[in-house]
């Protein structure tokens, strides 16, 4: 927490400096303004002949002001973004608030563990883990939780968080840079969908006008300055008016490109800018530089282009301005060429939109897990096997707070799985959780909450947390059992880690025991590691049978002064302890 401390110091001071000097700009350009109207009084009323060259001055000197007042202010707001970056993580790690996005858009009831995990949603991982600021990269990140990713790709992403972690300040550019205006799933579909469009460069004829036809009327407009006869003066009002008529000859191609991503200039100089800082990163990582090598094409850097399609559009968005626009396009036929450059643009480098804006959503992810590895530095990464060996020392649930999370060790190295019972409120549930949640997290190349692990990564499944379906006139008993058939075609196609909590619980008890151990049978039969949690004591026989596959173990209650304690201590064996009579002979149930 203490660099996160010193950093908001450092950028509330810098941004306390940059304030001041953004006044001082505001009153020196209201000076100079002052001064323009004096000389220009002084000209007119008192014959001062300095006075146009004063008020000339004064004018270059209100446009210099202008462009560093600019300058400051964006400065400005990016110290602020960053003073609100550490004022979040300070309020996070004092456990504060969570002011981040959760995802839960990107929810899918049927997924395999997200659900019952809480990957996405309130309190959920995601929320945990998201410190991105575009939407690209918002659903990156989502997605990468939502898939186990393949062992290559999980050293690499690995390789890339350990290098990305102690680079806070490289990576707290990027956030606030995202953080200066509001992405969103609009903005960039709005870009992808003008990008995948046809694209017709300008007619020949009309672009060859917009050079010909302004140098006409500029030369009638000299001849009517140093001429006497006013035909010349009627002559470039005519070409005046002849410009326009070919501006609106082709306003409704104009419109309609400009349309498929109205307003979009504002963003695509946000994107261009956070592209710049990562293409300035020297980068180790083989994943890190895949990615960065995706940001140089053939004429240039992707920030580049992207920056050039910026000002573009900004010089398009000048139409709506009917005023300037008659003036710049009778006199100049400005917006004719940028058209023609919009659509020179397009046809060059659209199809790289997409994977440009990418590379900003993957670095973003990669991120957002660099920033919680640094968080919690004694997480570990594990070392990754393919002899299905799965081995957690210490392991606890990442987002419970560490200071009262009680630490276990579990491997599944002599056993595939573990039959797990133990009184409610013991831990089972919990325990189940943080195996399925670091499996998501070892799976994706992020650190888990362990001292030490070393897993074969595998694609995890779950059943805990189901419900009646009233729309679909499901009962809670058929929905599990859907559910347990999507598990079992799962294990039949590959290894999977599954995890099962109190199955089948909408049938009576001796349909539920036999139903339980035809479950774990068929799961051992397709070679599934995991664990189940079950209150059934009968369903521990079963580990008789398969003494080298299944293992019992479980979390005990003790009887303390009269009072139920759990120690959440994981045990081998089968729970023997009754809370459920004790706790209601204590509160005169029965």
């Keep these: ?38 000389c220009w009084y002084a000209y007119i009323y008192q014959q001062f002949s300095m006075g146009l060259w004063a008020m000339g001055a004064c004018a270059v000197l209100f446009l210099l002001l202008i462009k560093i007042h600019a300058t400051i202010g964006g400065n400005m707001r990016l110290q602020r973004a960053l003073v609100r970056i550490n004022e979040d993580e300070i309020a996070y790690l004092q456990h504060k608030k969570l002011p981040f996005a959760d995802g839960a858009e990107y929810a899918t009831p049927d997924h395999a563990y997200a659900n019952d995990l809480d990957i996405l949603g309130k309190n959920s991982l995601f929320q945990h883990l998201n410190r991105t600021t575009t939407y690209i990269g918002k659903t990156k990140l989502a997605h990468l939780l939502l898939q186990t990713l393949p062992t290559d790709a999980i050293q690499q992403n690995q390789e890339a968080i350990q290098e990305l972690r102690p680079r806070i300040a490289g990576r707290q550019a990027i956030q606030a840079l995202g953080k200066l205006h509001e992405d969103s799933a609009q903005v960039y579909e709005k870009l992808i969908a003008w990008s995948k469009t046809d694209t017709k460069l300008a007619p020949a004829l009309v672009l060859g006008l917009s050079y010909v036809l302004p140098a006409v009327f500029w030369g009638l407009c000299a001849m009517a300055y140093f001429s006497p006869k006013p035909m010349w003066g009627g002559l470039a009002f005519l070409m005046f008016l002849v410009n326009l008529a070919v501006l609106f000859s082709q306003m409704g191609k104009i419109k309609k490109e400009t349309q498929q991503a109205e307003n979009i200039g504002t963003f695509l ?50 139409l709506d301005n009917v005023i300037g626009a008659l003036l710049f396009n009778g006199s100049l036929l400005y917006h004719i060429r940028s058209w023609h450059n919009l659509l020179r643009w397009k046809a060059q480098y659209a199809p790289q939109i997409g994977t440009w804006l ?25 070392t990754l096997n393919n002899d299905y060996q799965i081995r957690f020392e210490q392991v606890a649930h990442p987002l419970l707070a560490s200071e009262t999370s009680v630490k276990n060790d579990v491997h599944f190295k ?40 070393n897993i074969h990564p595998l694609p995890v499944w779950v059943s805990m ?6 729309q679909d006139s499901e009962s809670y008993f058929f929905a599990e059992v859907k559910r347990l058939k999507e598990i079992m075609t799962a294990v039949q196609k590959q290894t999977c880690f599954v995890l099962l909590d109190e199955i089948l619980r909408g049938t009576n008890s001796d349909d539920k025991r036999s139903g339980t151990i035809g479950v774990i049978k068929k799961m051992i039969a397709q070679r599934a590691y995991g664990a189940i949690a079950t209150h059934d004591i009968e369903v521990c026989l079963t580990t008789a049978d398969y003494p080298e596959i299944l293992s019992n173990q479980c979390f005990e209650v003790q009887i303390i002064n009269n009072e139920l304690v759990f120690d959440y201590k994981l045990r081998e064996g089968v729970c023997q302890n009754k809370s459920a009579t004790f706790l209601m002979q204590k509160m005169e149930i029965i």
């Design 414 to 453: 002599d056993y595939q799985f573990i039959i797990l019972t133990g009184s409610n409120m013991s831990g089972k549930s919990t325990f189940l959780r943080t195996l399925g949640v670091n499996m998501v997290l070892a799976g994706i190349g992020a650190p888990v909450c362990a001292s030490q692990a």
């Design 358 to 382: 990418d590379v900003i959503g993957e670095i973003e992810a990669l991120q957002s897990l660099a920033n919680f590895a640094h968080n919690h530095a004694n997480y570990t990464f594990p």
């Design 269 to 318: 100089q946000q994107y261009s800018t956070i592209l710049e800082r990562i293409e300035q990163e020297a980068f180790t990582s083989s994943r890190l530089q895949a990615l960065q090598k995706q940001l140089t094409y053939q004429t240039g850097t992707a920030s580049r282009q992207v920056r050039t399609l910026s000002s573009i559009f900004h010089e398009l968005d000048s």
């Design 1 to 38: 927490m203490q660099v996160y401390q010193t950093l908001h110091a450092q950028h509330s001071q810098q941004y306390a400096q940059h304030a001041q000097r953004y006044n001082l700009m505001s009153l020196a350009r209201l000076v100079v303004a002052v001064c323009f109207f004096v």
């Design 465 to 470: 947390r189901l419900s009646d379906s009233l």
